[in-house]
């Protein structure tokens, strides 16, 4: 099938052709020296601004990491210090809590004595079971020592 020439511009082969347009002209040099530029500029951030900015951020991130070292270290000062404290106080308890000095404070301050001591008297028969009438209690053994 063959193409219509008015579309394609074609001349007859004794005519002269129709001259070819420059590109050139469109674009103006100006445009040509900005997109370079432009393009420099492109190379520049990748080839400069990029690296610089990851060296910096990797600055910054061990300067963070550095502080909280620092306090993590602080932390367990305080930790060991709270474990010794308890460790105090646990004795301290345990001092506090000892037979003995609980035996002479009961004799003491509150006139307290020994179960075994002459000075007691233990009344078998008339021992409490637990009812404020006299009665004894019904279903078990009286509480007898």
Do not use: C
Request: charged share 30%.
């Amino acid at each position: 099938m063959a193409a219509s020439q008015r579309k394609y511009k074609a001349t007859l082969p004794t005519e002269p052709a129709w001259p070819v347009q420059n590109r050139t002209k469109d674009r103006s040099r100006e445009r040509t020296l900005w997109q370079k530029t432009a393009g420099r500029r492109r190379r520049f951030g990748l080839l400069v601004v990029v690296p610089v900015l990851l060296m910096l951020g990797s600055v910054y991130l061990n300067t963070v990491a550095a502080g909280l070292d620092a306090r993590a270290a602080a932390f367990d000062v305080r930790l060991d210090r709270a474990r010794e404290a308890g460790e105090r106080l646990e004795v301290r308890v345990a001092e506090l809590s000892g037979a003995e000095r609980i035996r002479t404070l009961a004799a003491e301050k509150l006139g307290m004595h020994e179960p075994k001591s002459t000075t007691l008297e233990v009344y078998g028969a008339r021992a409490e079971d637990g009812k404020n009438d006299g009665t004894s209690q019904e279903g078990g053994k009286s509480r007898q020592r």
